[in-house]
């Protein structure tokens, strides 16, 4: 409703007065940027400016921040141990000294709900990373090549895309457990590898249609023109131009991973023991769930509020970087 | 048009080739024997592995055993199970539970997340708008399985108002919940498309024409608005019908609604590579299919759109 009175309060502003004008684009844009009137924003400091008037993205970041804390420090939240286990205590409630209760194996679910996190953020960061990495690089190399590379590329992400999410891991993982026994780190490895293979497609494509849009610009083709070189076009023009669509993918594909680790886990193919996360705990926890609600409904609430602060996170972002939606 | 669709069904053969080629290699080509544990508890006699062996072309290389496989898939043979069953007669035992499944699914996702878009699209920043974005961003956040699992909990054991799991003959009637489950991520999504594309139109030049030349609010919404609201949201359900009948494992799993989902979970744990192989092989097509068709539904819906 706003904006069609603003466009024509500086309709009516242009017809008037040619200094008014002047001094108008002097001051630079109002509203929001209140520091420094003189300095030109870029399409980052400007989202930078939006985001921090929004409440939404300061409660989610307060909760990530919170998060990754856990993850980086557990001993600061409990000084109990996540590994040990005493069957005399198992399944009982919430009580003062472990708040969560314990689970089936008597284990204090509160200690590990705090270790938990670890596992499930790491495994979030690394797939997210090497997922948009690969993909971004596929996709501004055949959105800018075009021809047989983008022919190959684009039908290799097909391949990838056309498996299903959950039934592909599940093909992957299945084959890459079959060796069995394996530590902690080739654990989370595994789940992760299988994140990146199968979701890599999505930041492709999202990079390759910004790279297309942006290579017909004037900018580039001024820079070819002058004789730069296609790793300096691509590095310098289209890279810094392409990268606010995936990096608002990325933020709710973070939130979307924590979510597929706890699913692949559930079913019992992604992480398992020694490694402790939530998605462990909730299949631990899910045939026992009639006798002991709490111990899956617990994990699968931190779960539930991480992936809800990465996904509001990222409409905050996508807001703040999107111009057609403000 | 026509040789847009023939363009896009010869796309499709690379595709169907190499997603095909990427499970066959994975499930066959695992370290360990593929027969141990198939013959109860004891080793197989090798009699029985030279047979298999034999039968699955295992003594080829991966790339002939694959070519012999999918020659044997085009003339309609999927091939047995390690224990003699036709694996075409697992699919259509299995695949009408799915069907029904993906289709109660999309039923309770269309007419939910379409009326709650609609409803916070024509209220823009209202209460019933937040109401909408508010619960809509939960239902993104939360896993498929922690929504089971509590529904089944609550609703299924502790208040005994729905049977917590699904029986073999698995109706209409008792998929009505699995199917909520099913849909209850893609409803958000269909919510908020709705929304965005329901705000976007609102303010096109052609709903003013319609508002301008005093048509009733209803006419209005209901023909000029809706029906080009609704292209996106449309092509999107499509899509998601594809997925529904692939990504039912976790809903089928705790519902155990006797479908095609846990029929492949089983299968890849207990190594039966001809039933993943043809199961995967059949849902991947399906999926191809659902996108060629979405895309000509796109042309048909939407006259602006010519594909050459």
């Given at each position: 409703m706003s904006d069609p009175s603003v466009a024509a309060a500086g309709a009516a502003l242009t017809a008037g007065a040619a200094d008014q004008v002047t001094a108008a684009e002097h001051a630079?844009?109002?509203?929001?940027?209140?520091?420094?009137?003189?300095k030109p924003r870029g399409l980052f400091s400007d989202a930078w400016v939006e985001l921090r008037h929004r409440p939404l993205f300061w409660i989610s970041a307060l909760v990530i921040l919170l998060v990754v804390v856990m993850a980086a420090f557990p001993q600061l939240f409990t000084s109990?141990?996540?590994?040990f286990g005493d069957?005399?205590?198992?399944?009982?409630?919430?009580?003062?000294?472990?708040?969560?209760g314990y689970d089936n194996q008597g284990y204090d679910i509160y200690a590990r709900v705090i270790y938990g996190a670890r596992a499930s953020i790491v495994v979030g960061v690394l797939a997210t990373v090497g997922a948009v990495l690969l993909g971004s690089t596929f996709g501004i190399l055949a959105g800018y090549f075009g021809g047989w590379l983008d022919a190959i590329l684009s039908r290799g992400a097909d391949v990838f895309a056309g498996l299903p999410f959950v039934l592909g891991s599940i093909v992957i993982l299945t084959t890459l457990n079959?060796?069995?026994?394996?530590g902690p780190v080739r654990i989370v490895a595994q789940v992760v590898l299988s994140i990146m293979a199968l979701s890599w497609p999505v930041s492709m494509r999202i990079m390759r249609s910004a790279a297309i849009t942006a290579k017909q610009q004037d900018y580039v083709k001024a820079a070819r023109g002058l004789g730069a070189s296609p790793r300096r076009i691509i590095l310098r023009h289209l890279l810094p131009n392409c990268l606010a669509p995936v990096l608002v993918y990325s933020t709710i594909a973070l939130g979307a991973f924590i979510g597929l680790e706890a699913t692949l886990s559930y079913l019992g193919v992604g992480l398992r023991q020694p490694v402790v996360s939530w998605g462990v705990m909730i299949n631990a926890a899910k045939d026992y769930i009639r006798v002991a609600p709490h111990a899956l409904l617990f994990p699968a609430g931190f779960l539930t509020v991480t992936v809800l602060a990465f996904v509001m996170l990222g409409d905050a972002v996508r807001e703040a970087l999107d111009p057609k939606l403000r | 048009m026509g040789r847009y669709v023939l363009r896009r069904l010869l796309q499709m053969v690379p595709v169907l080739l190499g997603t095909t080629f990427l499970i066959y290699v994975m499930v066959w080509a695992v370290?360990?024997?593929?027969?141990?544990?198939k013959c109860g508890e004891r080793a197989c006699p090798d009699a029985y592995i030279t047979e298999m062996r034999e039968r699955f072309n295992l003594d080829d290389p991966v790339i002939v055993q694959y070519g012999k496989y999918m020659l044997n898939l085009l003339s309609g043979d999927f091939g047995e199970t390690s224990s003699g069953v036709q694996v075409i007669d697992r699919i259509a035992d299995t695949f009408p539970v799915t069907l029904r499944l993906a289709l109660v699914a999309l039923v309770i996702e269309a007419v939910i997340g379409i009326t709650a878009g609609i409803v916070s699209g024509l209220r823009n920043r209202g209460f019933l708008d937040s109401l909408v974005l508010v619960s809509t961003l939960f239902l993104i956040s939360i896993p498929v399985f922690v929504t089971g699992s509590v529904i089944q909990l609550v609703f299924g054991i502790q208040w005994g108002v729905i049977p917590p799991t699904v029986s073999s003959k698995a109706t209409f009637g008792e998929l009505i919940v699995p199917g909520f489950v099913l849909a209850s991520l893609s409803m958000a999504y269909v919510a908020r498309l709705t929304r965005s594309s329901i705000a976007e139109n609102r303010r096109a030049d052609y709903v003013r024409t319609a508002l301008a030349k005093g048509l009733p609010q209803r006419r209005v919404v209901g023909v000029h608005l809706l029906r080009n609201s609704l292209i996106p949201v449309i092509t999107f359900l499509g899509t998601d019908l594809g997925s529904f009948l692939g990504g039912a494992i976790v809903t089928e799993g705790i519902f155990n609604v006797p479908g095609v989902g846990g029929l492949i979970f089983r299968s890849i744990q207990t190594k039966e590579g001809a039933l993943v192989t043809g199961l995967v092989t059949l849902l991947v097509l399906a999926y191809l299919v659902m996108t060629l068709l979405v895309d000509l539904l796109y042309a048909v819906l939407d006259p602006r759109i010519r594909y050459e």
């Open positions: 630079g844009p109002s509203g929001g940027g209140a520091g420094q009137p003189d109990a141990d996540p590994t069957l005399s205590r198992s399944r009982q409630g919430p009580s003062a000294q472990a708040w969560f079959a060796e069995g026994g394996a | 370290p360990g024997d593929p027969f141990a544990g």
